[in-house]
């Protein structure tokens, strides 16, 4: 590791009208080093990283890369000055092949397809960076994906790389795997910051931490000597517990049970492939699989916004597949469901958070007025119990942080007081202050009987906080087992295509296909027809 720094932020301050996103925040990385760069909801980091990357001007403070002091005025001031930024949603254009990609907006003189092919096979093989420069980013992995996405800016020359939550849609063994770049990438000389709210990622990748506290930098500190306890506080501010509660409950019965269900997606491509599995009363069932294995297929059919080929979802013993989501919201399923879109489909972003209340309620009222009353209670609710930060209740949602629009969304689902909850990502994008205010949510609703579908990325909170955990790939069921018997190196495995009894070396404990299909009234065969009782 070289003494030189690759960049030093100095005093940098900015700020959006009255909001100071950025206080004074001071900030060095060394080539040759990873940094990880910590903060709660709201803290500063992306307004930082966005200044390094040409999309924000600070207001005051200087910027030195490589111990001279720039002016980043665009994207392009940054790319010229070796910085790449790696997106957590990655911006590749499907049609393309990985190599067009790589090569899309560079300048210079154009090789022909053989040459770029050697050149890029050469710059991954030095960084350890395996692809198949021909092949379409449709048919990749997340990881493929996201190697893609490390082989576009290295070719562009960057020699500083930020990467916002890498590891979030990885399996342990991508994750390690991407480890491993990383850590050839230091060895090459590169500059790293990783932007992650998982912890132990932290202590496992990085030789620095700086920690940002309401747009100020509090410290920054030597990995090796910190702990997830020591950091959490430096965060928070204060000592917060880092334990996951898994509260047991007696007498639980099944409320929701699936069966045989298979799903299309609107280009006729399977989505879910002859699946069954049950959710009990008091229980929280985790959902693990990678990016695409059925998971939005699997909320939008059981809350009846996709309608399932065949199959059966019995509540209470009644078929519920075909009825429309007012019906089955009527019935007690609840659900939070947080896309990449998630003001475009869970809120409306130029509503408040009242108007957004009052989407659940409005079809209640009696007579042409509605009560707005009780909308502005519960807004004001619900600031008060998740900590939303917010100038008031009437504020549209879209000008709120990503982590606040999704306090927003699960805390209304909460207190529609459902019987089934179906919570996807419910954490995505908060810190871990916040998230842990969710997983209290979601147990004190397991206590009071709700049965919670939590489908998550983090494996580590999924076992933790799961009774069972259901792994999804390509749309089937690998196993459905009690937690307490899995590992998170299991799960990565069933994750990747690997049966539970393969990967348990026990006997065949995955969910078999059920005859109760056959005696639920109307159910869906495979020929769309009701099968009769």
């Known amino acids: 590791m070289t003494e030189q720094y690759a960049i030093e932020c100095r005093q940098i301050t900015k700020a959006f009208g009255s909001v100071v996103a950025n206080d004074k925040i001071n900030l060095t990385v060394r080539y040759g080093e990873i940094m990880a760069l910590l903060g709660e909801n709201g803290s500063g980091k992306t307004t930082l990283m966005n200044m390094l990357s040409g999309i924000y001007h600070p207001d005051s403070g200087s910027i030195l890369i490589g111990g001279k002091e720039v002016s980043i005025n665009s994207p392009v ?54 692809i198949e420069p ?76 700086t920690i940002l506290r309401k747009g ?78 059925g998971q939005k297929e699997l909320c939008e059919t059981l809350t009846g916004l996709m309608v399932a080929k065949k199959g059966a979802i019995l509540y209470h013993k009644e078929n519920i597949v075909g009825k429309s989501p007012a019906e089955i919201i009527r019935l007690g399923i609840s659900m939070s469901f947080v896309p990449e879109d998630r003001l475009g489909m869970g809120l409306v972003a130029s509503m408040g958070m009242v108007d957004n209340m009052l989407l659940k309620s409005y079809s209640e009222a009696k007579g042409p007025f509605v009560e707005r009353g009780p909308a502005r209670e519960l807004a004001e609710k619900l600031i008060d119990k998740l900590g939303i930060v917010t100038p008031g209740v009437d504020m ?67 076992l933790e906080l799961s009774d069972r955990i259901m792994v999804l790939c390509h749309g089937q069921v690998m196993g459905i087992e009690d937690a307490d018997r899995l590992t998170k190196e299991q799960v990565g495995l069933m994750m990747t295509g690997a049966r539970a009894e393969e990967v348990l070396g026990a006997g065949d404990d995955r969910v078999q296909k059920s005859d109760e299909c056959m005696d639920a009234p109307g159910c869906v065969s495979d020929e769309g027809e009701e099968e009769k009782a």
């Open 134 to 209: 021909e092949k379409k980013i449709y048919d990749m992995s997340v990881s493929e994906k996201q190697t893609v996405e490390i082989l576009k800016v290295l070719y562009r020359g960057a020699q500083i790389l930020i990467l916002d939550e890498p590891t979030a849609v990885l399996t342990p063994q991508e994750t390690e795997k991407l480890f491993a770049i990383l850590r050839r990438m230091k060895e090459q000389g590169c500059a790293i910051i990783i932007i992650t709210h998982k912890l132990h990622e932290v202590l496992a990748i990085s030789d620095r931490v």
């Open 77 to 130: 001031d940054s790319k010229n000055l070796g910085i790449g930024m790696i997106h957590q949603h990655f911006k590749l254009v499907d049609v393309f092949s990985a190599m067009d990609n790589i090569i899309l907006g560079s300048h210079g003189r154009r090789l022909n397809r053989k040459s770029l092919r050697e050149k890029i096979e050469e710059l991954g093989h030095s960084f350890g960076l395996e």
């Open 396 to 462: 549209p949602v879209r000008l709120m942080s990503g982590g606040n629009v999704q306090k927003v969304l699960l805390g209304r689902e909460i207190e529609s007081s459902p019987q089934v909850l179906i919570t996807a990502y419910p954490v995505r994008g908060l810190d871990i202050n916040s998230s842990y205010t969710i997983y209290e949510l979601l147990n004190e609703q397991k206590k009071k009987g709700v049965a919670v579908v939590y489908i998550g990325e983090d494996l580590d909170v999924l």
């Open 216 to 293: 100020k930098s509090i410290d920054t500190v030597v990995t090796g000597e910190c702990d997830e306890k020591k950091l959490t506080e430096l965060m928070v501010g204060r000592p917060i517990s880092l334990n996951i509660d898994r509260p047991r409950m007696e007498n639980r019965e099944t409320i929701l049970k699936v069966v045989d269900l298979t799903v299309e997606k609107s280009d006729k491509t399977i989505a879910l492939d002859d699946i069954s599995f049950d959710i009990r009363t008091g229980e929280i069932l985790g959902v693990a699989g990678v990016a695409g294995s």
